[in-house]
């Protein structure tokens, strides 16, 4: 049956969490462009993960199984918000904070000339920074959640 942490009910409030986030940081996008850079996914997600490892909520998670939980998540959520995000920016032009394609300051591929590479480039921005959130939530969920599930382990035994 696998092991429970890495199934969609256990990674349902994570990734509503992400989605909920990077919803509201898109929103920011276009009410505070200068203010979005300062919440986002790679902020909020690690508070998360601490929750889910201080509340012993996945219990004594296998790595592996940690590992396809937070990649999922990252392609969800980051995938998700990441493509929406950086495609409206194509299409919109914006050159604000992370959307910059600015040489000296460059977070952002540059606009796309057509209506396909501008769809494009947004999707793969997506999951360029999919990449980057499966990285990041892998290595603060081995620190919030697996480490803290395996010394729990051994102490009990």
Same mark, same amino acid.
């Given at each position: 049956?696998?092991?429970?942490?890495?199934?969609?009910?256990?990674?349902?409030?994570?990734?509503?969490?992400?989605?909920?986030?990077?919803?509201?940081?898109?929103?920011?996008? #276009?009410? %505070?462009?200068?203010?979005? *850079?300062? #919440?986002?996914?790679?902020?909020? *997600?690690?508070?998360?993960?601490?929750?889910?490892?201080?509340?012993?909520?996945?219990?004594? &998670?296998?790595?592996?199984?940690?590992?396809?939980? *937070? &990649?999922?998540? %990252?392609?969800?959520?980051?995938?998700?918000?990441?493509?929406?995000?950086?495609?409206?920016?194509?299409?919109?032009?914006?050159?604000?904070?992370?959307?910059?394609?600015?040489?000296?300051?460059?977070?952002?591929?540059?606009?796309?000339?057509?209506?396909?590479?501008?769809?494009?480039?947004?999707?793969?921005?997506?999951?360029?920074?999919?990449?980057?959130?499966?990285?990041?939530?892998?290595?603060?969920?081995?620190?919030?959640?697996?480490?803290?599930?395996?010394?729990?382990?051994?102490?009990?035994?």
């Amino acid at each position: 049956m696998g092991n429970p942490a890495a199934s969609p009910p256990r990674i349902h409030l994570l990734v509503l969490t992400g989605l909920v986030i990077g919803g509201i940081r898109y929103t920011l996008e #276009f009410l %505070a462009p200068g203010q979005s *850079m300062y #919440f986002g996914l790679y902020y909020v *997600m690690p508070v998360a993960l601490l929750a889910i490892g201080l509340s012993n909520a996945w219990g004594s &998670v296998r790595w592996l199984s940690l590992l396809r939980a *937070m &990649v999922l998540t %990252a392609l969800i959520v980051w995938g998700t918000w990441n493509s929406i995000s950086y495609t409206t920016a194509q299409f919109l032009e914006w050159n604000h904070g992370r959307f910059s394609a600015l040489e000296e300051d460059q977070r952002a591929l540059p606009i796309a000339a057509t209506t396909v590479g501008k769809i494009g480039l947004g999707v793969l921005q997506g999951l360029l920074t999919s990449i980057a959130g499966a990285i990041w939530l892998t290595a603060i969920g081995t620190l919030t959640i697996w480490l803290p599930g395996r010394l729990r382990n051994r102490h009990s035994t």
